[in-house]
């Protein structure tokens, strides 16, 4: 994996956006109109902006599988951070939806712990390629990624499916959180 630059973004927005078409937490918060594929792709490009200024996004090597990873404890408050929130919320979100993801991101953020970590925002295979090996290699490519920062990696999911495959990586569900889906929280701690 390498890590991206503003070069491979939308490599990046397309892959995720292909990845998390049926997601039912992305489709929870995106506006559900005859522009809703447009307005997933306006999150994956927040999701980019967010992780490239606090975080780090990565692209798998053949290109057909990237990260995005947020360290929560370099995030801040910056006019460019207050840009993307309101381009977010008019363009992708809907302003009678404000209130709903405003709900479900304080629920999340209960459920959080407050410890150092590698936030695993979003990893996607595009579709076809999706059961090759790419994903895996990624993933073993960011745990090991997440051990020489020495911060466990925190992800929810809300696709039922990928449990197992999470499971085999050594994550663990920690916590759930019902919405009108259910969202499952998980961690992988740090090898001793």
């Not at 006019?79 to 929130?85: M, N, P, R, T, Y």
């Not at 919320?89 to 979100?93: R, V, Y």
């Not at 499952?184 to 961690?187: E, Q, S, V």
């Given at each position: 994996?390498k890590?991206?630059n ?10 995720l956006t292909?990845?998390f ?7 929870y918060?995106v ?16 999701s ?5 200024l ?8 053949d290109?057909?599988?990237c ?10 408050t910056t ?7 309101v381009?977010l ?5 809907g ?9 479900r991101?304080s629920?999340i ?13 979003f990893?996607?295979?595009d ?21 020489e ?17 999470y499971k085999?990586f ?6 759930e959180?019902?919405?009108?889906y259910?969202l499952?929280?998980?961690?992988r701690n740090?090898?001793s």
């Open positions: 994996m890590k991206a503003y070069q491979n973004k939308t490599t990046i927005i397309n892959i292909q990845s078409d049926a997601n039912q937490s992305v489709n918060i506006k559900q109109d005859s522009k809703r594929e447009q307005r997933i792709k306006i999150l994956m490009n927040y980019f902006e967010v992780c490239y606090f975080g780090e996004v990565f692209l798998s090597d290109r057909k599988a990260a995005l990873v947020l360290y929560p404890d370099q995030k801040k006019l460019k951070s207050i840009l993307l929130d381009k919320m008019f363009k992708s979100i302003i009678e939806n404000i209130s709903k993801a405003l709900g991101e629920k953020k209960k459920l959080q712990p407050k410890e150092l970590m590698y936030y695993l925002w990893i996607g295979v579709p076809e390629y999706q059961g090759s090996g790419i994903g895996h290699q990624l993933m073993t490519e960011l745990i090991a990624h997440s051990e920062l020495k911060r466990p990696i925190y992800l929810e999911t809300s696709t039922l499916k990928n449990l197992p495959w085999k050594g994550f663990e569900v920690y916590n959180l019902e919405l009108s259910k499952y929280f998980l961690k740090l090898a």
